[in-house]
């Protein structure tokens, strides 16, 4: 039967997108890892391959359609013997989006179509189906049926790397009579938390109170939608504490001048941002405890330091991750920094690169910004505003006044992660390891 193409979720946040450009045409022939067209989602512009091979039937959505379901129905694909004729008038219809039971499990395991495409859910049509020895269904597209017949392999012992698990051609195509399942788990898919309900004046409302002002309606794009229903999440929803301390960077920007000296031969510039990260990577494996995020019911403690930093973009910001920063030289976080705020601006970050982490940073005082409270990126147990460093009279260790230059920092807390006390110990080492920045390389 012929295999329904349906738009997939590429992130976790994605409910809809924009079917940007198809590469392939109608009649084109594709196989498993073949691109066959660019989605744009809320927060990037994705190849989206395709996992049988087949001939492209018949397209369905053209391209530059926004708004896009995930699991629509976007092409036709036709196996070997199959023609155009039988696709018929419509598509068949997709299970309910809240079901939890596919139709071929629900009823017969001949379902009139399958579901196909990265991001399927359980809410797809079930692909082809048979039976195992002990009864239970083996899911497993057509041509991956006669390859493993021509070559006596038992599907049964064979692991799918397609949606929910089907057998595809590339699985049995190096698969032995001997081969043994894989001992990989197909990772669950992540679901986008519900939006709060909207709460003030509705459009229609404030749009009367501006009825005789001029102004410019500006819809909003699936980046702008995510970010107002995350942070109004986040702050309806996470008990945000705030600590302040003021870190004194004399000693960080004489280190960074003597080292950025020796590393431009390299061309490597580091910046005070990249200390700043790697500080705050440290400080999370001398503070462990505070290396946590909040997972609904239980607090999952991390052991490596993931440390998200927000960069601006037109129209919204991407946090991508550095994982493993603790481990990282000062010049690999500046390297990879750079690769990823430029890919973020590009729109080219994949959603394994933005998700994850347990703390973050967001850097203002590159704008001037002495200081302000940052709003928590859920799951993470907290993130650090950073503020503009400023010369300002001290007080030394003589009892003294000098001038030393000073950067405000807030620690923003979700305190069902964090306590007080811990939070303090936290900022602490954060800043113990910025006025002290040759212990980082210790």
Known sequence: MPTEILMPALSPTMEEGTLAKWLVKEGDTVSSGDVMCEIETDKATMEFEAVDEGVIGKILIPEGTEGVKVNDVIAVLLEDGESADDIGDTPAPKAEASSNVAPAEASDATAPAKGHGRGDTDATPAPAAGNAADGSRIFASPLARRIAAQKGLDLAQ????????????????G?????????????????AAAAPTPSGPSGDAISKMYADREYEEISLDGMRKTIAARLTEAKQTVPHFYLRRDI?????????AQLNKQLEPRGVKLSVNDFIIKACALALQEVPDANAVWAGDKV?????SDVAVAVAIEGGLFTPVLKDAEMKSLSALSAEMKDLAGRARDRKLAPHEYQGGSFAISNLGMFGIDNFDAVINPPHGAILAVGAGAKKPVVNADGQIEVATVMSVTLSVDHRVIDGALGAELLNAIKANLEAPMTMLA
């Open 300 to 304: 999952f403690k991390l052991k490596p």
């Open 158 to 173: 064979i692991k799918g790397s397609g949606p929910r698990g089907r057998i595809v051609k590339a699985d049995v195509e």
């Open 175 to 191: 698969a032995t009579q001997t081969t043994a399942p894989a001992d990989t788990a197909a990772p669950a898919a992540a679901t």
């Open 248 to 256: 004194q960077l004399d000693a960080l920007m004489a280190f960074r």
